[in-house]
């Protein structure tokens, strides 16, 4: 796997880390796949609970400081909740 990064598509997914403890992330997170196994990520992956996460190359700001401090744009979104409340029409 090449990403660095995977965002949690699924409604919740629980991932393995590499202490051998277990950790679990709701919907909309991202994560630094270094933190846990390749097996649990894998898992995941093909399951389609967690996407890979590519950055997004965007102009330079005019007042950027430098490319390196920059934080990149990420290509996902997380996904919006749904209360339910306000969808009926009465």
Known sequence: MTAKRVFVSAAA?????????ERYFYGG???DVSQFTAVS??????????EPVT???SEPAAN???????????????AKASTGKGSRSK
């Open 13 to 21: 997914v629980v991932l393995e880390t590499v202490d051998g403890g």
């Open 29 to 31: 997170a991202v994560l």
């Open 41 to 50: 990520i894998e898992h995941a992956l093909d399951a389609g609970l967690v």
């Open 55 to 57: 950055p997004v190359k």
């Open 64 to 78: 950027a400081e430098s490319e390196s401090e920059a934080e990149p744009e990420l290509a996902a979104e997380p």
